[in-house]
């Protein structure tokens, strides 16, 4: 992975958001990760999967009565954040 510094970052934005297409870049602030840009393809794998793997959970924890999508969203989206 790429790593770069908030400060270089800023200064080369663009350049950043094309480096962030073909692998995610770590952003640093004084030597410590702060953040990771990916690009929106990686992102929506990310998330995908976190759906994906909500949905398996909660096939093996048994019947649960009716299904929200909505809840399982927000738990999705809640895993992909960490």
Do not use: C, W
């Not at 410590?32 to 093996?60: N, P």
């Amino acid at each position: 992975m790429k790593v770069i510094s908030a400060t270089e970052a800023k200064n080369s934005f663009g350049e950043l958001l094309m480096s962030a297409q073909s692998e995610p870049v770590s952003i640093t602030r004084n030597g410590k990760e702060q953040g990771v840009l990916l690009s929106s393809r990686e992102y929506a794998a990310l998330k995908r999967q976190a759906l994906v793997s909500a949905v398996q959970e909660g096939r093996k924890s048994g019947s649960a009565g009716a299904l929200d999508i909505e809840v399982i969203k927000n738990e999705a989206k809640q895993r992909a954040d960490y």
